[in-house]
Protein backbone atom coordinates (compact mmCIF):
# COMPACT_ATOMS: atom_id res chain seq x y z
CA UNK A 1 0.00 0.00 0.00
CA UNK A 2 1.56 2.98 -1.48
CA UNK A 3 2.01 6.17 1.26
CA UNK A 4 1.29 9.84 0.43
CA UNK A 5 2.74 10.64 -2.70
CA UNK A 6 4.20 14.02 -3.27
CA UNK A 7 4.78 15.78 -6.83
CA UNK A 8 7.38 17.52 -7.47
CA UNK A 9 10.21 16.75 -4.44
CA UNK A 10 12.03 19.81 -5.87
CA UNK A 11 10.55 22.97 -7.65
CA UNK A 12 12.52 25.78 -8.65
CA UNK A 13 10.74 29.36 -9.79
CA UNK A 14 11.23 32.70 -10.27
CA UNK A 15 9.80 35.43 -8.58
CA UNK A 16 6.08 35.83 -10.18
CA UNK A 17 6.08 32.69 -11.46
CA UNK A 18 3.39 29.69 -10.41
CA UNK A 19 3.93 26.59 -8.47
CA UNK A 20 1.81 23.88 -8.13
CA UNK A 21 2.36 21.16 -6.07
CA UNK A 22 0.09 17.90 -5.90
CA UNK A 23 -0.56 14.86 -3.30
CA UNK A 24 -1.85 11.77 -4.02
CA UNK A 25 -3.38 10.34 -0.12
CA UNK A 26 -2.93 7.00 1.02
CA UNK A 27 -5.04 4.48 -0.55
CA UNK A 28 -8.34 4.70 1.26
CA UNK A 29 -7.92 7.76 2.54
CA UNK A 30 -10.06 11.31 1.61
CA UNK A 31 -8.89 13.72 3.66
CA UNK A 32 -5.79 16.03 2.92
CA UNK A 33 -4.14 18.26 5.11
CA UNK A 34 -1.04 20.65 3.73
CA UNK A 35 1.66 22.13 5.95
CA UNK A 36 4.23 24.62 5.33
CA UNK A 37 7.65 24.42 6.35
CA UNK A 38 10.09 27.43 6.61
CA UNK A 39 13.46 27.03 7.64
CA UNK A 40 14.24 26.26 11.10
CA UNK A 41 10.31 26.83 11.55
CA UNK A 42 7.95 23.95 12.81
CA UNK A 43 4.73 22.96 10.83
CA UNK A 44 2.22 25.25 10.24
CA UNK A 45 -0.86 23.91 9.33
CA UNK A 46 -2.52 25.90 5.75
CA UNK A 47 -5.25 24.06 4.68
CA UNK A 48 -7.90 21.24 5.39
CA UNK A 49 -9.70 19.47 2.36
CA UNK A 50 -12.16 16.51 1.31
CA UNK A 51 -13.10 15.48 -1.74
CA UNK A 52 -14.80 18.39 -3.62
CA UNK A 53 -14.34 20.23 -0.36
CA UNK A 54 -12.57 22.77 1.55
CA UNK A 55 -12.68 21.86 5.31
CA UNK A 56 -11.14 24.50 6.96
CA UNK A 57 -8.35 27.17 5.73
CA UNK A 58 -7.59 29.32 8.62
CA UNK A 59 -3.98 28.42 7.72
CA UNK A 60 -3.99 29.92 4.41
CA UNK A 61 -2.58 33.25 3.39
CA UNK A 62 -5.68 34.62 1.68
CA UNK A 63 -4.11 35.92 -1.43
CA UNK A 64 -1.68 34.11 -4.06
CA UNK A 65 -2.54 30.54 -2.46
CA UNK A 66 -5.21 28.17 -3.65
CA UNK A 67 -6.12 24.16 -2.84
CA UNK A 68 -8.04 21.99 -4.67
CA UNK A 69 -9.29 18.57 -3.80
CA UNK A 70 -11.22 16.99 -6.83
CA UNK A 71 -13.35 14.20 -6.85
CA UNK A 72 -10.69 12.56 -9.58
CA UNK A 73 -6.88 13.37 -9.05
CA UNK A 74 -4.80 14.39 -6.16
CA UNK A 75 -4.62 17.25 -4.42
CA UNK A 76 -3.04 20.34 -5.46
CA UNK A 77 -1.52 23.54 -3.92
CA UNK A 78 -1.32 26.43 -6.11
CA UNK A 79 0.74 29.23 -5.01
CA UNK A 80 0.77 32.11 -7.84
CA UNK A 81 3.14 34.67 -7.90
CA UNK A 82 5.65 33.07 -5.95
CA UNK A 83 8.01 35.39 -3.65
CA UNK A 84 11.24 34.64 -1.86
CA UNK A 85 9.36 34.22 1.07
CA UNK A 86 7.75 31.08 -0.09
CA UNK A 87 10.73 29.03 -0.32
CA UNK A 88 9.69 26.48 2.08
CA UNK A 89 8.97 22.74 2.46
CA UNK A 90 5.16 21.69 1.63
CA UNK A 91 4.26 18.59 3.34
CA UNK A 92 0.16 16.59 2.61
CA UNK A 93 -0.99 14.59 5.07
CA UNK A 94 -3.78 12.45 4.62
CA UNK A 95 -5.93 10.63 6.85
CA UNK A 96 -9.03 7.86 6.69
CA UNK A 97 -12.64 8.61 6.21
CA UNK A 98 -13.03 8.29 9.57
CA UNK A 99 -10.09 9.82 11.57
CA UNK A 100 -8.91 6.77 13.81
CA UNK A 101 -9.94 7.78 17.18
CA UNK A 102 -7.73 5.48 18.95
CA UNK A 103 -4.63 7.52 17.35
CA UNK A 104 -6.04 10.66 15.37
CA UNK A 105 -2.85 10.20 13.37
CA UNK A 106 -2.04 11.56 10.15
CA UNK A 107 0.38 10.38 7.64
CA UNK A 108 2.84 12.43 5.30
CA UNK A 109 4.31 12.56 2.59
CA UNK A 110 8.15 13.23 2.18
CA UNK A 111 7.55 17.06 1.36
CA UNK A 112 7.57 19.25 -1.76
CA UNK A 113 10.85 21.43 -1.64
CA UNK A 114 9.98 24.83 -3.47
CA UNK A 115 12.89 27.50 -3.80
CA UNK A 116 11.88 31.30 -5.10
CA UNK A 117 15.00 32.28 -7.26
CA UNK B 1 -4.22 30.23 20.94
CA UNK B 2 -2.08 27.24 20.44
CA UNK B 3 1.19 27.49 20.90
CA UNK B 4 3.64 24.51 21.23
CA UNK B 5 7.64 24.89 22.50
CA UNK B 6 10.30 22.23 22.65
CA UNK B 7 13.72 23.13 23.04
CA UNK B 8 15.99 23.15 19.53
CA UNK B 9 18.72 20.95 20.14
CA UNK B 10 19.81 18.07 22.09
CA UNK B 11 22.87 16.24 21.75
CA UNK B 12 23.78 12.94 23.40
CA UNK B 13 26.44 10.05 23.35
CA UNK B 14 25.42 6.85 21.78
CA UNK B 15 23.94 4.60 24.23
CA UNK B 16 22.65 7.22 26.92
CA UNK B 17 19.04 8.54 27.42
CA UNK B 18 17.97 11.30 25.20
CA UNK B 19 14.91 13.69 26.75
CA UNK B 20 12.95 16.12 24.92
CA UNK B 21 10.43 18.23 26.28
CA UNK B 22 7.42 19.88 24.64
CA UNK B 23 4.96 22.41 25.95
CA UNK B 24 1.90 23.28 24.83
CA UNK B 25 -0.65 25.96 26.23
CA UNK B 26 -3.84 24.62 25.02
CA UNK B 27 -5.88 23.24 27.95
CA UNK B 28 -8.48 21.57 26.30
CA UNK B 29 -5.76 19.34 24.10
CA UNK B 30 -6.63 15.61 24.26
CA UNK B 31 -4.30 13.98 21.70
CA UNK B 32 -0.40 14.59 22.48
CA UNK B 33 1.73 13.50 19.62
CA UNK B 34 5.45 12.56 19.19
CA UNK B 35 6.78 12.91 14.97
CA UNK B 36 10.18 11.91 13.93
CA UNK B 37 11.44 13.70 10.73
CA UNK B 38 14.82 12.20 9.06
CA UNK B 39 17.02 14.66 6.75
CA UNK B 40 14.84 15.17 3.56
CA UNK B 41 11.67 12.98 4.36
CA UNK B 42 8.29 13.32 5.57
CA UNK B 43 7.08 13.27 9.18
CA UNK B 44 6.49 9.71 11.04
CA UNK B 45 4.39 9.35 13.93
CA UNK B 46 6.17 7.43 16.66
CA UNK B 47 3.76 7.66 19.52
CA UNK B 48 1.00 9.52 20.94
CA UNK B 49 -0.93 9.85 24.15
CA UNK B 50 -3.78 10.50 25.56
CA UNK B 51 -4.76 13.51 27.73
CA UNK B 52 -6.25 11.06 30.45
CA UNK B 53 -2.31 9.24 30.75
CA UNK B 54 0.39 9.84 32.24
CA UNK B 55 2.83 7.69 30.96
CA UNK B 56 3.04 5.48 28.15
CA UNK B 57 5.97 2.94 27.12
CA UNK B 58 6.75 1.89 23.69
CA UNK B 59 9.80 -0.21 23.70
CA UNK B 60 12.76 1.89 24.14
CA UNK B 61 10.32 5.05 24.26
CA UNK B 62 8.53 6.40 27.10
CA UNK B 63 6.25 9.05 26.95
CA UNK B 64 5.63 11.31 30.31
CA UNK B 65 2.62 13.75 29.98
CA UNK B 66 1.69 16.51 33.51
CA UNK B 67 -1.06 17.81 32.54
CA UNK B 68 -1.23 20.51 35.10
CA UNK B 69 1.79 21.85 33.59
CA UNK B 70 0.86 21.18 30.13
CA UNK B 71 4.51 19.50 29.74
CA UNK B 72 5.00 16.46 27.70
CA UNK B 73 8.34 14.63 27.32
CA UNK B 74 9.90 11.99 25.45
CA UNK B 75 12.55 9.64 26.56
CA UNK B 76 14.47 7.42 24.47
CA UNK B 77 16.99 4.77 26.20
CA UNK B 78 19.91 3.58 24.70
CA UNK B 79 20.18 5.93 21.96
CA UNK B 80 21.32 5.27 18.81
CA UNK B 81 22.99 6.81 16.06
CA UNK B 82 20.01 6.06 13.97
CA UNK B 83 18.22 7.69 16.18
CA UNK B 84 19.31 11.54 15.05
CA UNK B 85 16.45 12.92 13.57
CA UNK B 86 14.14 16.38 13.99
CA UNK B 87 11.08 14.86 17.03
CA UNK B 88 8.50 17.04 16.63
CA UNK B 89 5.76 17.53 19.22
CA UNK B 90 2.16 17.62 18.36
CA UNK B 91 -1.14 18.49 19.92
CA UNK B 92 -4.75 17.80 18.50
CA UNK B 93 -8.17 18.65 20.54
CA UNK B 94 -10.29 15.83 18.94
CA UNK B 95 -8.90 13.04 16.98
CA UNK B 96 -10.73 14.60 14.16
CA UNK B 97 -9.24 18.51 14.11
CA UNK B 98 -5.75 19.50 12.73
CA UNK B 99 -2.69 18.79 14.13
CA UNK B 100 -0.36 21.82 15.76
CA UNK B 101 3.34 21.36 15.78
CA UNK B 102 6.44 22.52 17.77
CA UNK B 103 8.93 23.80 16.00
CA UNK B 104 11.15 20.36 16.66
CA UNK B 105 14.23 19.39 18.61
CA UNK B 106 16.97 17.98 17.10
CA UNK B 107 18.46 15.21 18.33
CA UNK B 108 22.27 14.67 17.26
CA UNK B 109 23.73 11.06 18.94
CA UNK B 110 27.43 10.64 18.53
CA UNK B 111 29.03 7.48 18.65
Known amino acids: NAGVMQNPRHLVRRRGQEARLRCSPM?????VYWYRQLPEEGLKFMVY????????ESGMPKERFSAEFPKEGPSILRIQQVVRGDSAAYFC???????????????FGEGSRLTVL | GEDVEQSLFLSVREGDSSVINCTYT??????LYWYKQEPGAGLQLLTY?????DMKQDQRLTVLLNKKDKHLSLRIADTQTGDSAIYFC???????????FGKGTMLLVSP
Open chain 1, 93 to 107: ASSPTYRDVNTGELF
Open chain 2, 49 to 53: IFSNM
Open chain 1, 27 to 31: KGHSH
Open chain 2, 90 to 100: AESVSGYSTLT
Open chain 2, 26 to 31: DSSSTY
Open chain 1, 49 to 56: LQKENIID
